[in-house]
């Protein structure tokens, strides 16, 4: 079986098995009924991939938390739903964990197309919603009262890279080439934000079509324009595309930033991309790894051949961000889960980087950059920790940037 | 000439002649089964990408390129076959069959499509295949990978014995004598059905091979079916149904549209260039360039 196979496999597995975990986990606990969180992801459709990663992320620690007690007193339930990767049906999910399963919050979609359906039901239906992986900027636009999201906002990640440039070479020439996403396009409105006020100086700038496949012409023309890093976000396999055809023209590793990387995506670029930069969230070469970080890299990897990165991170995060959020509430009353939220100040396990929340909801944020030591195969790769920054969401105007 | 040019000129010349090639061969095969049996397939485009998604299947499993393609391309006419068997031969004798097929087809067309979806969908960041050759040879300052090398050889290498069998070999004359006037055909002693049969075998390979080539050129995702699908129609319709020079220098025409339409435009603009250019050419001569 190859290991996409037994990803699949294994990501199955991890969805069915947490709900047949539940009823262990609800023998095991203590008095009391499950406190039930609704967890609306993305088990089919195109973003699978993401959405089977994060339940198994979710996996462990559920099990962790029902093993030690619960939260109140009470085991945690997570009940999962598919949203097929299509906001209607995040919408439908969402009403049904709402009004049958009477579910104190929700969580669970890592793409911003289902995060956004969700996070119009929640907050008119004034449900706390604890978004694990989706970087759209508005999921935490101002006057947002009941949406907490872990993840850093798109142009946020934009905004820190032209951090890390004015640091790394100030006044460094840059190519951008990217996909015409909604996050791509996020990421470089906060960039070309930043880019000016860190002194960096774009040299190229080429979008690509949704769907694209090749990127010889414009490859060459980058190289052309003699930059000293290009930043590349394709969409899907098209990344590993526009990396190598960099690569044959002769552009560094060195000189490739990849505004995210993910395992999957450090597998595609290969060893030859060693050198090459990317940022991210989590990351098993991180020099800040708590003892439960190293401890969940090790068993994640065990159960599913390759280890996790930063979406099996954040879902891991998540159910213990509710935890304590629900002990500090005293109950699991939806308005006091939702003040508990908004004054929670803690860190990250697996980590140690602050979660805390801003006015509407948006995480301080932060980002690493790491760089590729060495990658073996499919089943795992090096990467050095090269900068670390933090900032606070509205350091730009991310709002306006992006509507 | 600076560097600089040079190396913009000469990856414009291998894009439009790599992405030419890759049109030409899937429109020829479209044009073939259309021209022949006229049978206007709407499922050529997930044909296309079943052959791509098979062959990343297979090296996923550990084959090697070369061995998966072969593989691959016997499964194609297995399946090719199999669908000559079970669906299309039940309509050759239908009134208006073209309208018949087109529907029939259209409905594997969502069939093939949902199937994908939910058996491949989750994989759709990693569609890339490894190199059936490895290596870059340089072409002055441009640096061209040998893997491109090998699918344009075997794109034209196939073309050009494809014309040589429409053009010199009893099969290829019988075949053209079904383009020209089924009837008449049939009264000269031509098993129109058996033509039929072994032209739907012939152009469905042919964009079998056609997804293959492709998957090895560039990265795809789910969505390559449909823009395979009405670029192959279109060269078709520009070309002259029937028609696989018409297939071969339309195919190239688009393939350096787009080429040249992404470097002084957009990469966006690129994509619906070659359509715009369709729709200028049946202006002028609405039967297609190299109708007869």
Not at chain 2, 42 to 54: I, K, M, T
Not at chain 2, 64 to 84: D, F, N, T
Not at chain 2, 269 to 289: N, W
Request: proline share 4%.
């Amino acid at each position: 079986m190859n290991i996409n196979m037994k990803a699949a496999v294994v990501a199955v597995s991890a969805a069915i098995g947490i709900s047949a975990g539940m009823a262990t986990d609800d023998a095991r606990a203590q008095a009391g009924a499950p406190i039930k969180v609704g967890f609306v992801t993305e088990l089919t459709g195109p973003w699978t991939f993401f959405g089977t990663s994060c339940v198994a992320g979710l996996k462990f620690a559920t099990d962790e938390i029902n093993k030690a007690g619960g939260a109140l007193g009470r085991p945690l339930e997570f009940v999962i739903q598919d949203n097929q990767t299509n906001p209607s049906a995040a919408v439908a999910a969402s009403r049904n964990l709402d009004v049958n399963d009477k579910v104190v919050a929700l969580s669970g979609p890592t793409s911003s197309d289902t995060a956004l359906a969700m996070y119009g039901y929640a907050e008119q239906q004034k449900i706390p919603f604890l978004v694990p992986v989706a970087a759209f900027p508005q999921l935490t636009k101002p006057g947002t009262k009941y949406t907490f999201r872990i993840e850093p906002n798109a142009a946020g990640w934009g905004y820190s890279i032209a951090k890390f440039l004015e640091q790394r070479k100030p006044g460094a020439k840059v190519a951008l080439m990217y996909s015409d996403a909604a996050l791509m396009r996020a990421i470089v409105a906060g960039f070309k934000y930043q880019a000016p006020r860190s002194k960096v100086n774009i040299v190229a700038d080429v979008l690509f079509p949704q769907g694209s496949t090749d990127a010889t012409v414009q490859a060459a023309q980058v190289k052309a324009a003699n930059p000293d890093y290009v930043i590349v976000i394709g969409a899907g396999a098209f990344d590993n595309v526009l990396t190598n055809q960099l690569l044959d023209l002769g552009v560094k590793p060195e000189q490739i930033i990849h505004p995210y990387g993910i395992t999957s995506q450090v597998f595609g670029w290969g060893q030859r991309s060693a050198g090459s930069i990317y940022g991210t969230f989590f990351d098993i070469g991180l020099d800040s790894l708590t003892k439960e970080g190293k401890d969940f890299i090790s068993r994640f990897d065990s159960a599913n051949s390759r280890p996790p990165s930063y979406v099996e991170n954040y879902c891991y995060n998540t159910p213990y961000i509710l935890k304590e959020a629900l002990q500090n509430a005293g109950s699991a009353d939806r308005e006091k889960l939702r003040d508990a939220l908004s004054k929670l100040k803690t860190r990250e396990l697996t980590s140690g980087v602050p979660i805390e929340f801003d006015k509407n909801g948006a995480r301080k944020e932060y980002m690493y950059f790491m760089q590729i030591v060495s990658v073996d195969g499919k089943r795992t790769y090096k990467s050095k920790q090269i900068f670390y920054n933090e900032w606070d969401a509205e350091v730009i105007p991310v709002y306006d940037l992006v509507k | 000439m600076s560097d600089a040019t040079l190396l913009i000129l000469a990856s414009t010349v291998s894009t439009g002649l790599i992405l030419g090639a890759i049109f030409a061969l899937v429109a020829a095969g479209v044009t073939i089964v259309y021209g022949c049996v006229w049978l206007p397939n709407a499922s050529n485009g997930q044909f296309f990408l079943l052959a791509a998604l098979a062959a990343w299947s297979l090296t996923g499993a550990g084959w090697g390129s070369a061995l998966a393609i072969i593989a691959v391309l016997a499964l194609g006419i297995v399946l090719s076959l199999l669908l000559e068997w079970v669906l299309i031969r039940r309509l050759y004798d239908v009134a208006n069959r073209n309208v018949a097929y087109f529907v029939v087809t259209l409905g594997l067309t969502q069939i093939m499509s949902g199937i994908f979806s939910l058996t491949y969908g989750r994989w759709s960041d990693q569609f890339t295949l490894p190199p059936l050759v490895a290596g870059i040879t340089m072409i002055g300052p441009f640096p061209l990978p040998n893997n491109r090398i090998a699918v344009l050889v075997i794109a034209f290498g196939v073309l050009a014995a494809l014309f040589a069998l429409l053009r010199y070999h009893r099969y290829g004359r019988a075949l053209r004598a079904v383009f020209q006037n089924r009837e008449a055909a049939a009264l000269r002693g031509v098993d129109v059905r058996a033509i039929y049969k072994l032209s739907f075998l012939l152009g469905s390979s042919i964009i079998f091979l056609g997804g293959l080539l492709f998957a090895l050129a560039y990265s795809f995702d789910l969505t390559v079916a449909w823009t395979m699908s009405v670029t192959a129609f279109a060269i078709m319709i520009v070309g002259g149904p029937g028609s696989v020079v018409g297939a071969l220098a339309v195919g190239l025409v688009f393939g350096f549209t787009q080429a040249i339409v992404s470097i002084f435009a957009s990469p966006t603009a690129a994509t619906f260039s070659y359509l715009a250019a369709m729709l200028a050419i049946l202006l002028f001569k609405p039967t297609g360039l190299f109708s007869k």
